[in-house]
């Protein structure tokens, strides 16, 4: 166990929708990163927070958005959903000055 | 932007035989990190390091960060089947102000019984 939690496990929704993933950071890490792995690919860089603000922005669709909030929990946000975002999305986070990054079990998001 | 490269892309071996899998980058990194993912998983860390030429040992795993602080190997010493799954590179970096963990594209690894 990472003691990064993300919910849901899975998630099955239709096309057009909207939908918010979370994410539980391993206790006392500040840095929240979220990642797109389609099938058989590799981990795709959406987006990271540290401490609430934006750290640093990857290959992130305009119609994806993330937050942190103040206790240090992340959502990543899906709208208007296509179905080739299906795909696991992983949340791993990392204390500060620490970079051993540790994931999450991943939602798994099928579009259909 | 910063990629890495990671061969080779699948391998397929005996159980018993020696693995080696490497990254590199036309970038310098601070951190090299080496993950394994299994089927339905979240990647789990399995070995960091930290310092150019680096040598680190984790049971029968070994890596090592590059001297010129651009590529790292992994080396799995005498395979067995649960060392089966995907195994990513990734290289940790701070530019600017701007923190970024990029992955390599995984070496998939099959171990024959």
């Known amino acids: 166990d990472s003691g990064v939690t993300q919910t849901p496990k899975h998630l099955i929704t239709a096309t057009g929708q909207r939908v918010t993933l979370r994410c539980s950071p391993r206790s006392g890490d500040l840095s929240v990163y979220w990642y797109q792995q389609s099938l058989d690919q590799g981990l795709q860089f959406l987006i990271q927070?540290?401490?609430?603000?934006?750290?640093a922005k990857g290959n992130i669709l305009e119609r994806f958005s993330a937050q942190q909030f103040p206790d240090l929990h992340s959502e990543l946000n899906l709208s208007s959903l296509e179905l080739g975002d299906s795909a696991l999305y992983f949340c791993?986070?990392?204390?500060?000055?620490?970079?051993?990054?540790?994931f999450g079990q991943g939602t798994r998001l099928t579009v259909v | 932007g910063q990629q890495l490269n990671q061969s080779p892309q699948s391998m397929f071996i005996q159980e018993g035989e020696d693995v080696s899998m490497n990254c590199t980058s036309s970038s310098i990194f601070n951190t090299w990190l080496w993950y394994k993912q299994e089927p339905g998983e979240g990647p789990v860390l399995l070995i960091a390091?930290?310092?150019?030429?680096e040598l680190t040992s984790n049971g029968r795993l070994t890596a090592q960060f590059g001297i010129t602080r651009k590529d790292s190997f992994l080396n799995i010493s005498a395979s067995i089947p649960s060392d089966v799954g995907i195994y990513f590179c990734a290289g940790h970096t701070i530019q600017g102000g701007s923190e970024k963990l990029v992955f390599g594209k995984g070496t998939k690894l099959t171990v024959n019984p």
């Open positions: 927070y540290y401490n609430g603000e934006e750290r």
């Open positions: 390091l930290y310092k150019a030429g």
């Open positions: 791993a986070s990392s204390a500060s000055g620490d970079t051993e990054a540790f």
